[in-house]
């Protein structure tokens, strides 16, 4: 299944710069994880805040679930999700 996932960084401002900087890194490294195991298809930043939409492919709803939570960010994130299904013209000749 497809899902189009829209996450907003919640970290609160006065993080400090050092663990702020390990999240990201961490975050990164994640992302670049989930991208080898075909789970994150494309990412794209929302320009003007700190916020994502990503393409995932997961078996269920709930292995998205698990992709989602294993990100070192989550407990910080604002997470949309929406299922995605093919459209009728995307199966046309």
Known sequence: MEFLVRTENLLPPDTPD?????????ERERAHELRAAGVLKRLWRVP???ATVGLY??????????????????????????ALATHPQELSP
């Open 18 to 26: 050092e663990f702020r900087e390990r999240l990201r890194k961490a």
């Open 48 to 50: 003007g805040r700190n």
């Open 57 to 82: 492919e997961a078996e269920d709803p709930t292995a998205l679930h698990d992709a989602l939570t294993s990100l070192p960010m989550w407990k910080w994130m604002d997470v949309t999700v929406e």
